[in-house]
């Protein structure tokens, strides 16, 4: 949980490396700290997680000789203790006879714990903890291959660092203030014991002056020589020389200013936080938002930080209703939607966030039309070598999903224009062959691409080119699998051999099946009676829609899901049968023309990679890279597109990045001694090198984490083989999903991959539809706790689809996590 508390000032204390003065330090600040604020009742607390070596020379030993004189003001605690002086990992493996928190996350919970009951129990008065951490930055946790800066990470508590006063401590303070910073790390101050010879704090006070941090050198102790009481007298005499000296940020040898300093940043830290609502509703300009509905402060989400499938936020509290001074001001939530359908490895992950930053350090951005460089070339042949596999050549980078597609549009429509003879005409009204729901993005091409829809309605210039199904959908009702059919289009009367089990609907007829695997058995199914009805209703539509006059120039799907467009599953053997009947067809595409040399090149023997019918677009902005539990839709619908997008999860949802893949054919269509006759499309930062870095990185997580079988137990759940890569499953448990679609106020459930949606009943079911946000916002005030203490009480954060509310995990939700809000969310709607 977060630790932001208006009566307490949490500090964890980090030091540039061992032997630089840490817990010397951090007790001068304690004894500061007592001193300055002995007449108001504040208290002080010092806190080592885990401290090494004998316990009578510990860490809070030596805090609690040193400040015996302010021992009715200042406590001490240590979570664990290891006996060998050594890095704690293997302290720890040394004595199997004493207490071992089974995780990291344990330790980082512990801490939490001690923190909050400290808040609790001041009684509105003011305190402060200084949490102490062992050895350097990146000191091994108790859990290799973590170090402390990254499994601290999660508290996010404002850091002090000690700096190295030796010779190589400049370097050495810069690297560990960098790896904190890089890792989102708040260091308020820095304090450095005075060196005469060495004296780097002639550098560093400059150096962290400029970026608003707070330096103070402090006065060397004395030497140890004689008795150790006489050592110890001289010490005692320099902390009290040192605990209230230093008022200016510039330092006077003592430790003093730095109390005052971080007391300030607290307060101002603070303050910014809840002034942010007020200053967002003032100045943004939100997208998809009705600002006349979402206009108080209390409905403002104020993000401190992400870290995992968490935010640290603020909501606002109406008068009266503040939050006490001993309670955090920031909550942990889920991010259930994903940060919009973005975020899979969780947030502020550590291999992407280096592999950001050392991209950046290297290249910065830089252009890339007719050049190249590291990362976008090896992403390019990672892509071609996975989703690509056996069709594609070519990938065209640009900056998101949205753009992704209008490249993709664009090469298909091009494509279809040079065999069918439109091209380069101006003013054409050839459309596209797609599904009611579809959603490309808000370019003005994509926008095109789909039907009329709340999306687009009002935008002023929005011309739908197109004509799209209304495609039968795969939910969970009343615990049996059933595909249905949805919207306005007249279905034709089923076959006799599916009519027995088949129901008459609203919309048409529902089929049940016996379980989700085998809705998604498409080597069954794509010989099967409903195969062969769903290709005749497709030509048929498509024969009286050119006999109309209509022209298409691609066909254009978002596989297994509709996201955007309402998180329908779409009934993946209706996809498969569109590309069939769109590869099959062209003589339903040639439009008018019956010349000779049109003749010819529909006679011709054409090449297997060629595309043919219609060029078939994929897009997986969404679906793509294990966001259903698949790598590629190709492996689900057993056919390849022509051209597939890919964004959102190719960087993990840190930085903004699409690849549209095409294959050879499509980029042929192109080719020529004419630069007009080029894809005149492009981007700034087409290529960026750091988002292609960071999609190489998580490609490489995915690749890893598949390897070895993260995903076996819910595989296994589902009763899939952990090889079987077109058996479908979820990180949702089956059992779950049974249950949701039996609630008398669900209309039907559906899981796959991370992807959990739940379809709720409304007579005005649409995006318009208030009923998923009002769940929502029921289960948002619903606190979660996970039994196992793996993840902090939380809440979960989503937003609705109209009637239909989705939670989206990242790929490696801990399941005990998902456990814990699958109760919650049965909860909440067995209450309705």
Same mark, same amino acid.
């Given at each position: 949980?977060p630790l932001l508390f208006p009566n307490l000032r949490v500090h964890q204390v980090f030091g540039a490396n061992t032997d630089v003065g840490?817990?010397?330090?951090?007790?001068?600040?304690?004894?500061?700290?007592?001193?300055?604020?002995?007449?108001?009742?504040?208290?002080?607390?010092?806190?080592?997680?885990?401290?090494?070596?004998?316990?009578?020379?510990?860490?809070?030993?030596?805090?609690?000789?040193?400040?015996?004189?302010?021992?009715?003001?200042?406590?001490?605690?240590?979570?664990?203790?290891?006996?060998?002086?050594?890095?704690?990992?293997?302290?720890?493996?040394?004595?199997?006879?004493?207490?071992?928190?089974?995780?990291?996350?344990?330790?980082?919970?512990?801490?939490?714990?001690?923190?909050?009951?400290?808040?609790?129990?001041?009684?509105?008065?003011?305190?402060?903890?200084?949490?102490?951490?062992?050895?350097?930055?990146?000191?091994?946790?108790?859990?290799?291959?973590?170090?402390?800066?990254?499994?601290?990470?999660?508290?996010?508590?404002?850091?002090?660092?000690?700096?190295?006063?030796?010779?190589?401590?400049?370097?050495?303070?810069?690297?560990?203030?960098?790896?904190?910073?890089?890792?989102?790390?708040?260091?308020?101050?820095?304090?450095?014991?005075?060196?005469?010879?060495?004296?780097?704090?002639?550098?560093?006070?400059?150096?962290?002056?400029?970026?608003?941090?707070?330096? @103070?050198?402090?006065?060397?102790?004395?030497?140890?020589?004689?008795?150790?009481?006489?050592?110890?007298?001289?010490?005692?005499?320099?902390?009290?020389?040192?605990?209230?000296?230093?008022?200016?940020?510039?330092?006077?040898?003592?430790?003093?200013?730095?109390?005052?300093?971080?007391?300030?940043?607290?307060?101002?830290?603070?303050?910014?936080?809840?002034?942010?609502?007020?200053?967002?509703?003032?100045?943004?300009?939100?997208?998809?938002?009705?600002?006349?509905?979402?206009?108080?402060?209390?409905?403002?989400?104020?993000?401190?930080?992400? &870290?995992?499938?968490?935010?640290?936020?603020?909501?606002?509290?109406?008068?009266?209703?503040?939050?006490?001074?001993?309670?955090?001001?920031?909550?942990?939530?889920?991010?259930?939607?994903?940060? @919009?359908?973005?975020?899979?490895h969780g947030h502020a992950t550590e291999e992407l966030t280096l592999a950001a930053a050392e991209a950046a350090g290297r290249y910065g951005?830089?252009?890339?039309?007719?050049?190249?460089?590291?990362?976008?070339?090896?992403?390019?042949?990672?892509?071609?070598?996975?989703?690509?596999?056996?069709?594609?050549?070519?990938?065209?980078?640009?900056?998101?999903?949205?753009?992704?597609?209008?490249?993709?549009?664009?090469?298909?429509?091009?494509?279809?224009?040079?065999?069918?003879?439109?091209?380069?005409?101006?003013?054409?009204?050839?459309?596209?062959?797609?599904?009611?729901?579809?959603?490309?993005?808000?370019?003005?091409?994509?926008?095109?691409?789909?039907?009329?829809?709340?999306?687009?309605?009002?935008?002023?210039?929005?011309?739908?080119?197109?004509?799209?199904?209304?495609?039968?959908?795969?939910?969970?009702?009343?615990?049996?699998?059933?595909?249905?059919?949805?919207?306005?289009?007249? @279905?034709?009367?089923?076959?006799?051999?599916?009519?027995?089990?088949?129901?008459?609907?609203?919309?048409?007829w529902a089929v049940p099946f016996g379980s989700v695997a085998d809705v998604y058995d498409l080597k069954t199914r794509s010989t099967s009676?409903?195969?062969?009805?769903?290709?005749?209703?497709?030509?048929?539509?498509?024969?009286?829609?050119?006999?109309?006059?209509?022209?298409?120039?691609?066909?254009?799907?978002?596989?297994?899901?509709?996201?955007?467009?309402?998180?329908?599953?779409?009934?993946?053997?209706?996809?498969?049968?569109?590309?069939?009947?769109?590869?099959?067809?062209?003589?339903?595409?040639?439009?008018?023309?019956?010349?000779?040399?049109?003749?010819?090149?529909?006679?011709?023997?054409?090449?297997?990679?060629?595309?043919?019918?219609?060029?078939?677009?994929?897009?997986?902005?969404?679906?793509?890279?294990?966001?259903?539990?698949?790598?590629?839709?190709?492996?689900?619908?057993?056919?390849?597109?022509?051209?597939?997008?890919?964004?959102?999860?190719?960087?993990?949802?840190?930085?903004?990045?699409?690849?549209?893949?095409?294959?050879?054919?499509?980029?042929?269509?192109?080719?020529?001694?004419?630069?007009?006759?080029?894809?005149?499309?492009?981007?700034?930062?087409?290529?960026?090198?750091?988002?292609?870095?960071?999609?190489?990185?998580?490609?490489?997580?995915?690749?890893?984490?598949?390897?070895?079988?993260?995903?076996?137990?819910?595989?296994?759940?589902?009763?899939?083989?952990?090889?079987?890569?077109?058996?479908?499953?979820?990180? @949702?448990?089956?059992?779950?999903?049974?249950?949701?679609?039996?609630?008398?106020?669900?209309?039907?459930?559906?899981?796959?991959?991370?992807?959990?949606?739940?379809?709720?009943?409304?007579?005005?079911?649409?995006?318009?539809?208030?009923?998923?946000?009002?769940?929502?916002?029921?289960?948002?005030? &619903?606190?979660?706790?996970?039994?196992?203490?793996?993840?902090?009480?939380?809440?979960?954060?989503?937003?609705?689809?109209?009637?239909?509310?989705?939670?989206?995990?990242?790929?490696?939700?801990?399941?005990?996590?998902?456990?814990?809000?699958?109760?919650?969310?049965?909860?909440?709607?067995?209450?309705?």
């Amino acid at each position: 949980m977060p630790l932001l508390f208006p009566n307490l000032r949490v500090h964890q204390v980090f030091g540039a490396n061992t032997d630089v003065g840490k817990t010397l330090l951090t007790t001068a600040l304690i004894r500061s700290s007592a001193s300055r604020y002995a007449g108001a009742g504040k208290r002080i607390f010092y806190l080592k997680p885990v401290s090494t070596g004998p316990e009578s020379e510990s860490d809070v030993a030596f805090v609690e000789r040193h400040t015996r004189q302010y021992a009715d003001r200042i406590a001490t605690r240590n979570l664990f203790q290891y006996r060998e002086p050594m890095s704690p990992h293997l302290a720890a493996q040394l004595a199997p006879d004493l207490p071992f928190p089974k995780s990291n996350d344990e330790l980082v919970r512990g801490v939490e714990k001690y923190v909050a009951e400290v808040a609790s129990g001041l009684a509105g008065k003011d305190g402060h903890v200084f949490v102490e951490t062992a050895g350097g930055v990146h000191s091994p946790a108790l859990h290799p291959p973590h170090t402390q800066s990254t499994f601290l990470r999660p508290l996010r508590l404002p850091a002090v660092l000690i700096a190295s006063p030796h010779l190589g401590g400049i370097s050495t303070t810069l690297a560990s203030y960098e790896s904190l910073s890089i890792r989102g790390y708040d260091v308020n101050a820095v304090l450095c014991l005075h060196d005469p010879y060495y004296r780097n704090d002639t550098f560093l006070r400059d150096y962290f002056k400029d970026r608003g941090v707070g330096f @103070w050198n402090v006065r060397r102790p004395p030497q140890k020589q004689g008795t150790v009481e006489e050592d110890a007298a001289r010490l005692a005499e320099w902390y009290a020389s040192v605990e209230g000296l230093g008022g200016e940020q510039e330092g006077e040898g003592g430790v003093g200013g730095a109390v005052d300093w971080l007391d300030r940043k607290h307060v101002e830290r603070i303050e910014e936080i809840r002034s942010m609502p007020r200053r967002t509703l003032d100045q943004v300009w939100w997208p998809f938002t009705q600002h006349g509905l979402v206009n108080t402060e209390q409905q403002v989400m104020v993000i401190d930080s992400a &870290h995992g499938d968490f935010f640290d936020a603020y909501y606002a509290k109406p008068k009266g209703e503040e939050a006490a001074a001993e309670e955090s001001i920031l909550e942990p939530f889920f991010d259930g939607a994903a940060s @919009w359908f973005t975020q899979s490895h969780g947030h502020a992950t550590e291999e992407l966030t280096l592999a950001a930053a050392e991209a950046a350090g290297r290249y910065g951005h830089v252009l890339f039309p007719s050049g190249s460089h590291k990362p976008a070339l090896e992403l390019a042949e990672k892509l071609l070598a996975t989703v690509g596999k056996g069709w594609a050549s070519r990938v065209f980078y640009s900056d998101n999903g949205s753009t992704g597609m209008e490249v993709a549009l664009k090469a298909a429509l091009r494509a279809s224009g040079k065999r069918y003879g439109w091209q380069g005409e101006i003013g054409g009204d050839v459309g596209v062959i797609g599904l009611r729901g579809g959603y490309h993005g808000d370019t003005i091409g994509a926008m095109d691409a789909t039907e009329a829809s709340t999306f687009n309605k009002a935008v002023d210039w929005y011309k739908g080119r197109g004509h799209w199904f209304s495609p039968p959908a795969v939910l969970v009702e009343d615990g049996a699998a059933t595909v249905s059919t949805t919207g306005p289009d007249a @279905w034709p009367g089923l076959p006799d051999s599916l009519a027995p089990s088949s129901k008459a609907t609203p919309d048409g007829w529902a089929v049940p099946f016996g379980s989700v695997a085998d809705v998604y058995d498409l080597k069954t199914r794509s010989t099967s009676p409903l195969a062969e009805y769903y290709r005749a209703h497709i030509r048929e539509t498509l024969a009286d829609l050119t006999a109309q006059g209509r022209q298409f120039g691609a066909l254009v799907i978002e596989p297994t899901c509709l996201g955007a467009g309402g998180m329908v599953f779409v009934d993946p053997l209706f996809q498969l049968c569109m590309v069939d009947v769109a590869r099959a067809s062209a003589d339903l595409f040639a439009g008018a023309r019956d010349d000779a040399a049109y003749a010819a090149e529909l006679a011709r023997p054409h090449d297997a990679s060629e595309w043919r019918g219609l060029p078939i677009i994929f897009d997986e902005v969404f679906s793509g890279l294990y966001r259903f539990g698949y790598h590629n839709a190709s492996s689900v619908m057993g056919t390849t597109p022509d051209i597939s997008c890919y964004a959102k999860i190719l960087t993990g949802g840190l930085l903004p990045l699409s690849a549209t893949v095409a294959s050879s054919s499509i980029f042929n269509a192109f080719l020529s001694d004419r630069k007009v006759d080029a894809l005149l499309h492009g981007h700034s930062y087409t290529a960026n090198p750091m988002g292609c870095a960071v999609a190489l990185r998580a490609l490489k997580m995915i690749e890893d984490n598949d390897a070895a079988d993260t995903w076996a137990a819910p595989k296994a759940d589902w009763g899939v083989s952990t090889k079987d890569e077109s058996a479908r499953w979820s990180l @949702w448990r089956r059992e779950f999903v049974d249950q949701l679609s039996r609630l008398p106020q669900v209309k039907g459930a559906m899981a796959m991959g991370t992807v959990l949606a739940v379809d709720l009943h409304d007579p005005d079911a649409d995006y318009g539809s208030l009923v998923g946000q009002a769940f929502l916002d029921r289960l948002r005030a &619903h606190p979660v706790a996970d039994p196992t203490g793996s993840a902090p009480p939380f809440r979960i954060h989503s937003r609705p689809l109209g009637n239909v509310a989705y939670v989206m995990t990242s790929l490696w939700t801990k399941g005990e996590t998902v456990r814990a809000m699958e109760d919650v969310i049965l909860e909440e709607l067995q209450k309705a």
